[in-house]
Structure formats: C-alpha cells, structure tokens
Nanobody, 122 residues
C-alpha cells in the first residue's frame, strides 16, 4: 500500500490543522494505522493510532484532548485533527500502516508516507 500525507503548514499557537493520509494500492481496511512525528534532534514518536475498523484508538499523553485520529475506510483516508496547537507540536508528521500490529513502535509499521511539516509559531 502507498501512503500520501498532506495538510501540514504554518499555524499560530492555539490554532488547528487537519492532516490527511490517503492510501492506494492495497485493501485499506486491512491495516492498522498510525501517525508519528519527528522534530529535529529527536527520535520519531507515536502520536496516535487507530485500528482497522476504527473502534480502537490511542494517543500519546501530550496530545490527549487536543488531537483526534479517525479514518474513512470508504475513502481510503486517515485523518488527524489537531486543535490547540502548541510550539512543541512542531514536527514532520508521518502516517504509517501495519498489517499485523497495533503498536506504538515505528518498527511495527511496514508502510510509510512521506512527512508533512507542521510548524506552530508563537
């Protein structure tokens, strides 16, 4: 499956963005999906994940209550709604897919989209 992330940009503190991850070339609802992010000098970290049917989600503590992960299997697309953005949310955001795991480690995901840059200015 090929993944294409989009929706990043420059936003002020407290603002909102919605990231999208469009999939092609595979059976979308076969995959567990996740958003990771990486900022300069830091390791890539899990932001949120969602199960194949969308009935299980998980968020890293720093984004709970501000970010919402969702998926539309009919449109082969995953989303990350990001509200109340903070400067520490600045990073490249990556979408990823796993045919096996619903985990929080990047090595558990076989397929990756390119990054989309989110910059939160103060």
């Amino acid at each position: 499956v090929q993944l294409q992330a989009s929706g990043g940009g420059l936003v002020q503190v407290g603002g909102s963005l919605r990231l999208s991850c469009a999939a092609s070339g595979g059976t979308f609802n076969y995959y567990n999906l996740a958003w990771f992010r990486q900022s300069p000098g830091k390791e890539r970290e899990l932001v949120a994940l969602i199960s194949r049917r969308g009935d299980t989600t998980y968020y890293t503590d720093s984004v709970k209550g501000r970010f919402t992960i969702s998926r539309d299997n009919a449109k082969n697309t995953m989303y990350l709604q990001m509200n109340s953005l903070k400067p520490e949310d600045t990073a490249d955001y990556y979408c990823a897919a796993s045919s096996v795991y619903l985990g929080n480690m990047d090595y558990e995901y076989e397929y990756w989209g390119q990054g989309t840059l989110v910059t939160v200015s103060s």
